[in-house]
């Protein structure tokens, strides 16, 4: 897969932040403008720059700055030290943005079981490590985050020998979530996302890695879905903000088979409680909790029937 060569300049919007807020401002800016942030520090200042890329001038709006403006303010209530959290807007030739990311952007190894790596990367897979090659640019996550590191790691971890384990991945984004999984052998697997830019995204990346035959990929709002699909899933992927998931948890719990898995990812350290209280009076158990650089992830388990 080439990396996508605008042909109009774009934007190049940053947030310089102190190195303890770097991952909260990502997530932020992650969640603004549906891309991973390239993140950059300065060594000496322990300043980081953390960068997205708009296609075009109408992605920066006055009420897309309000709100990022005011995600930095709750950031910083939270006791993070954000420091100046300097924002700066500013046009960029095409070529020196795919150069950029190419500075910035570096091979994910899951153990031995996967490899997850932009197409210029020259690193080879080890023996039995499925390769998922995903580039970064005006799509959806790059699996940089670690919340999306956990999941990956998990899908790994759960993969039962000769048995296919079912897979619905709640919020795509990119499709890595779900590219992953069919490389890993999981079958069926289902994908949505309310986002149509996403999906098309996600559907390019399925083809490049040769698994679009194998997942299902729709559009679809998980506020509007139903409480119950003509199937239930081994696995449910679900790496989105910690409301959604409380609001939500019926309605996802309902979708899996029992003694099924759900990934609850996208979760500050600081919210954790309250998913896991909300899942816990759903009927699941905490099965794996980890932290990291203040983001919260875990592993839930729905009780087979007579396990209690």
Known sequence: MRLPMPSRPLLKVSVFTMVEAEEAVAALMERLFR?????????????????????????????????????????????LAVGPTRIRVRSLRARDWAESWKKHFRPIAVGNALLVKPSWSRRRARAGQAVVVLDPGLSFGTGQHPTTGFCLSQLAALRVPGQALSLLDVGTGSGILAIAAAKLGYHPVRAFDIDPAALRAARA????NGVASRIDFSRADLTRLPAA??????????????????AQAPKIVSWLRPGGRVLLAGILATQFPAVQSTYEQAGLKLALAKADKGWQSGLFVLPSKGNG
Do not use: M
């Not at 200042?45 to 920066?60: F, I, N």
């Not at 699909?229 to 409380?246: D, G, K, M, S, T």
């Open 205 to 208: 990346n399925a083809g490049v």
């Open 229 to 246: 699909f003509q199937a239930r899933y081994h696995v449910i992927c679900a790496n989105l903000l910690a409301e959604l998931l409380v």
């Open 35 to 79: 891309q991973t942030p390239a993140l950059y520090t300065d060594e000496s200042t322990l300043v980081t720059e953390a960068s997205v890329y708009c296609a075009s001038a109408t992605a920066w709006t006055p009420a897309r700055e309000a709100k990022l403006r005011a995600g930095l303010r709750q950031i910083r209530a939270q006791g």
